[in-house]
């Protein structure tokens, strides 16, 4: 996706969240510091959750932020203004945030506070884009580095199951059969997006430590953005944090979990067809 010069380079607040055990965090942290990156999941709405990643952002104090939800195009703006002392205001405005339906854009101004001198990097990829790997498939839409990240290799059958359970049981049982193979192409997508922002980061500060903060289903090792990390630079050291509001099925997907009530949200199952 994004191009780096050179052939080799193509290769490249709130109260603490409740820990599944109280010596969780600083656990997590151990493994966190000497990570080349550290991606820190969580549910969007949850402000435990981003009170629990700015927390870790401020102690490890990395040198890159990628954040999901911020589009790739409006990272140089972005950090333009923090260079100028912006508030956290005008960087929300540059990225139209009020009509985007993401949560209290506070959250993610206190993560940036946590590491003033980071660099942002944005892996939200435009609409078009996301619409056509639904269609047409992940390496379609990612383009020609799409090998680096392993779009071009079909999931295996047994895979493709896993993905598509996990999506029904995600959208209530709510989703029709014929939807879940796009679903599936546009998770691949966005996680290889997250990978490639990630891998860029890192070039982009010369080696820095980078943290993705992203959606606790992108932080999964197995199928998220780590395993595409893998596929591309199988030699850099990823540690991932998976935060919920209930216990996950397979803990071992994260190196960290971490627990946090659930605000108060109205039932998602009942605005779904």
């Known amino acids: ?20 055990d109280a010596s969780e965090l600083p656990r997590f942290l ?10 820190l999941g969580e549910i969007h709405d949850n402000p435990t959750h981003h009170a629990t990643q700015a927390e870790i952002v ?22 333009d203004l923090r260079a100028n002392g912006a508030p956290a205001g005008d960087i929300a405005r540059v990225m139209h945030w009020d009509v985007t339906g993401r949560p209290d854009f506070g959250y993610y101004a206190a993560i940036l506070a946590a590491a003033p001198g980071a660099t942002v990097f944005g892996a939200s990829q435009p609409a078009v884009d996301v619409r056509r790997a639904g269609v047409e498939g992940a390496a379609a839409a990612f383009g020609p580095d ?28 709510k989703v029709a059969a014929d939807r879940l193979p796009g679903m599936i192409e546009v998770q691949r997508f966005r996680d290889a997006g997250l990978a490639d922002a990630a891998i860029w980061a890192r070039t982009m500060t010369g080696g820095g430590q980078v943290v993705v903060i992203a959606g606790s289903g992108h932080a999964d090792k197995l199928r998220g953005a780590p395993a595409a990390i893998a596929v591309a630079e199988p030699d850099l050291r990823v540690v991932t944090l998976g935060q919920f509001e209930a216990p996950p099925d397979a803990e071992e997907r994260f190196d960290g979990v971490l627990l946090a009530p659930a605000p108060a949200r109205a039932d998602p199952c009942a605005t779904l067809p």
């Open 1 to 20: 996706m994004r191009v780096l010069i050179g052939a080799a380079s193509v290769l490249l607040c709130l109260s603490l969240a409740v820990a599944v």
């Open 30 to 39: 151990e493994k966190a510091r000497d990570a080349d990156v550290v991606i």
């Open 58 to 79: 401020a102690a490890l104090r990395p040198a890159a932020l990628v954040f999901e939800m911020f589009p790739q195009l409006a990272e140089g703006e972005i950090n």
């Open 146 to 173: 799409a090998t680096i990240y392993g779009l071009d290799q079909p999931l295996p059958r047994a895979e493709l199951a896993v993905r598509a359970r996990l999506f029904t049981a995600a959208h209530c049982g």
